[in-house]
């Protein structure tokens, strides 16, 4: 891995996100900017300092399921550039289930596939698949 130097110097940054919905269709997008490079010694990329950025997109659809219980499906692909000191995957895609199981109480499956930064970037040039099970009781 990577030895990263404490941030001395803040670097400014972008950012963008953005909700739509027709019905029960959703579409969410989000990116993030460095407005410019890290030092070297704080956030490496190749020769020089990195100037990461990050994406995602996502498309969901709301729909009742089980009796009528309120569910959703999603699809989704993130991103990142130059990004490989910080750990992040290159790229990921996900998709996604969700349902109610009871008041205050939800269930939501999600399947995800990422591809690490190839070996000329830094990178392992390996991927991995993920899956998340998760009860989420809110009160």
Known sequence: GYV???VRDYVPAYAIHG???VGPWSLIGEYLTAAD??????????????EPGAYSLEVGYDFEAFGGR???ISIGI???QEAVALELPEDKWLAAFS?????????????????DYSLADGGTGKGGDTLTVQVAVEF
């Open 19 to 21: 909700i739509y919905r």
């Open 99 to 115: 349902t109610t199981l009871y008041q205050n109480t939800s269930l939501a499956i999600e399947y995800a596939s990422a591809d």
């Open 70 to 72: 309120e569910s959703n």
């Open 37 to 50: 490079n890290f030092s070297a010694a704080e956030l490496p990329w190749k020769t020089g300092g990195a």
């Open 4 to 6: 990263v130097a404490p």
């Open 78 to 80: 993130q991103g990142t």
